[in-house]
């Protein structure tokens, strides 16, 4: 290594989402000048959430979707139902300005923002630990390569970030479900007590708890505790959701050494030879296209699963022909998504004379209960999966297609009717090699970089989970006491519509299958760390960015000493 | 977005007033917050014929009338459904609509001797009910058949009855007069009582 090298920064961060954000604060709080590029648009946190409390009169066609928009613009990301809508419109990638290769290979859901922040500005906000029988699964049963790290090494980190993020839940002591740092949990519809006490009773095997989420209910600086508005997707100026903008962003901001540059595609990474290390970053400003680089004396990819991949397979080079750091050959492998979909809906006519005031923006949560001491007998399927709940009144939106007319009509439409209670599995998915992406031969985007292609499919276990998923919610409804229940129906969701894809670059032990060691560092090139979803070695059931969070903590940690030794 | 034009933007939520009421006027960049933006339903729009305009007013406040609450009228319904027809529906649903205005507009004064707006309440309903009669049929009315995609092949009376009870419950007063609004509830209980007239809330779309 030539010792008189200048570098433009310390390290380089490449995405501004839930793990790039981190990276940002973990390493700019410990000194280090950082880069962190980004390809999407530059976003002010407060200002640029123009959707932000605007009531439905003032959206376009008030509410109804703009359908022809978004088929010719938006055809992947407006499939993402629940958070996309003329509130948020302006947070997501632009299909036709960016596409995937979507015809060919298998259909794929690749949900992805565009702009400064990325998904955290998105997301379900959902968070929860991964167990030691988690990191233990494919050690296990055999499926997949063991975890190079224990639950017992990454708890303090676990504990580390939610302290940071800020974590309502409930403590329940469930070893399937470690316990986060809590913030007090937020209140109950009269409904789900009532379906508490008689699970208890009736299906002791579940628990019913919070779901727990990335929302304050007590202020932590510079961030208020949330003011129940309802739709966090559309941003949240009081930072009351955890995002990039509301939390690590900032913390990396004040530091003063941290630089930012939207409209920042990273092309490729280039590998030098003699130094056996990443020496420079390729970039093309999205806006003029201009082409530039930066070096740095590290590295960490964060531009999600998806984007981090696509980056290492477009930097192959004579040394990685295969891709950057792929001696393994498992890059792009062993991806994984969650299923998900309503395994089953209650309709209660309990506490019908009680009502409620504000918008909670969370369901329950009922942790997984199978194969947990075990294989289960009667279970056709390894490992399990955790339904997230949903409660709600019935209001006029059920009602829209009634018959008849006049004040009757207008009467029975704006009162509250039957409560719902609903149960939506999340199921585990396993590493399997032939799930995977890889990159376009003759398809390229605007930049000129290959497109990505997913091939990608649900196998046998995934399914049998489903069905395990819907059975179990019709048997839980009714000892909940629904007036009756509606199955949820078996169909798988499409991959990637669970918006967890992960595993691409996984972790492990042995060089010869993993692409990372325990520390996020590539085995191939050592001033090269990956956080982002694509480490993820399993796939647990339970929503995964905390894990990226507390990983990607640890990473720097791990890094900046290694910095510091001068090994890196 | 300075400070002060991203707390004149909050006034405007907070209080409900326009930014003219409030005494300034808005930056380029505060009109792209979409809370700032002028009511949907006051869009210009220049679709239907005058005596178009009359009938399907008259018809909405058949489906939603004044009652001791705003109607459809009250709640600028028909201009809602005038955009919407104009600029929503495609083609094949356009169609679909103009036809069934057509009919009201052709055939009533033949039977009745007037047009549709002019005729007392209780035969604008009868007419109104035939048309449902006739539809009764349509998938439209399946149970639960609502989180849906909107259905192309819904007759008239359908469309017509899907657009006025939208466009009631998401404008402002369907919203706050009819049912309740509270864009800042701060904090949440989930046991409240419900007296037994009192209405849902609005929840944000």
Known sequence: ?568 | MNRREFLQCAAILISGATASQLGFSLSLEQQGFLASAPDYNTTPVDYFTPAQRNIVAAMAEIVIPRTETPGAVDAGVPTYIELMVAHWLNDGERAIFNQGLQDIELRIPQRYGKPFDQLSQADQLEIMEELEDAASGSEWYEFGNVMREFISEAPFICQFKELTVWGFFTSQEGASQVLRYNPMPMSFDGDIPLAPDESSWSSPL
């Open chain 1, 1 to 568: 290594m030539i010792e008189s090298t200048h570098y433009d920064f310390d390290a380089i961060v490449v995405g501004s989402g839930i793990s790039g954000g981190w990276a940002a604060k973990e390493l700019t709080e410990k000194g280090l000048k950082v880069l962190v590029l980004e390809r999407g648009k530059p976003l002010a946190a407060g200002s640029g959430y123009l959707g932000e409390h605007a009531p439905n009169w003032k959206f376009p066609y008030q509410g109804k979707k703009p359908r022809e928009l978004y088929e010719e613009y938006y055809p992947v990301q407006s499939k993402v139902t629940h958070s996309f809508n003329e509130g948020t419109r302006h947070f997501w990638n632009n299909d036709k300005a960016n596409p995937y290769a979507m015809d060919e290979g298998k259909p794929f859901l690749w949900a992805r923002a565009d702009v400064v922040g990325g998904r955290s500005l998105i997301w379900g906000r959902q968070t929860y630990r991964f167990s030691e029988m988690d990191f233990k699964a494919n050690a296990t049963d055999g499926y997949g390569i063991p975890w190079p790290v224990g639950y017992e090494d990454i708890a303090p980190w676990y504990s580390y970030v939610e302290k940071f993020v800020g974590i309502n839940g409930k403590a329940e002591g469930l070893p399937q479900l470690p316990d986060s740092e809590f913030q007090k949990p937020m209140p109950w519809f009269a409904l789900e007590d009532t379906i508490h006490a008689r699970l208890k009773k009736k299906a002791p095997d579940v628990t019913l708890t919070n779901g727990r989420v990335a929302i304050l209910t007590e202020d932590l600086p510079g961030r208020s505790a949330c003011h129940y508005c309802g739709p966090c997707a559309r941003g949240c100026s009081t930072g009351s959701y955890f995002s990039s903008q509301s939390s690590t962003l900032p913390a990396a901001q004040a530091t003063g050494n941290l630089t930012l540059r939207a409209n920042s595609v990273v092309e490729r990474l280039e590998y030098d030879a003699e130094t056996k290390k990443i020496s420079r970053v390729h970039v093309i400003d999205a806006q003029t296209k201009e082409r530039m680089t930066f070096n740095a004396r590290m590295f960490f990819l964060c531009a999600s699963t998806v984007g981090s991949t696509q980056i290492l397979m477009n930097s192959a080079s004579e040394a990685f022909p295969n891709g950057l750091a792929n001696s393994s050959g498992v890059l792009g492998h062993y991806m994984m998504d969650h299923t998900l979909g309503v395994s089953g809906i209650g309709l209660f006519l309990d506490n019908m004379d009680s009502y409620y005031h504000g918008n909670r923006p969370t369901g329950l949560y009922i942790p997984r209960f199978r194969n947990l001491n075990g294989q289960d007998e009667d279970a056709d399927f390894v490992r399990g999966y955790g339904y997230q709940t949903a409660t709600l009144r019935v209001d006029w939106q059920t009602g829209l297609n009634s018959k008849g007319f006049g004040a009757a009509l207008k009467d029975s439409l704006r009162k509250p009717g039957p409560w719902i209670f609903a149960l939506a599995g999340f199921t585990e998915c396993l590493p399997r090699e032939s799930n995977r992406m890889y990159l376009s031969k003759d398809k390229v985007d605007r930049y000129g970089i290959p497109q990505v292609v997913f091939d990608f499919e649900w196998s046998e276990n995934e399914v049998n989970l489903r069905k395990d998923a819907t059975k179990q919610a019709d048997r839980l409804l009714k000892a909940a006491g629904a007036a009756f229940a509606i199955a949820g129906d078996d169909k798988m969701s499409m991959p990637g519509e669970g918006i967890h894809e992960m595993g691409t670059a996984r972790m492990g032990a042995d060089p010869g299958e993993s692409v990372l060691n325990a520390h996020n560092q590539s085995h191939d090139v050592p001033n090269l760390f990956i956080t982002d979803g694509s480490f993820m070695t399993s796939a647990s059931c339970v929503n995964p960015s905390l894990t990226y969070m507390a990983f990607t903590a640890r990473a720097c940690d791990y890094a900046v000493k290694k910095f510091a030794e001068g090994v890196i």
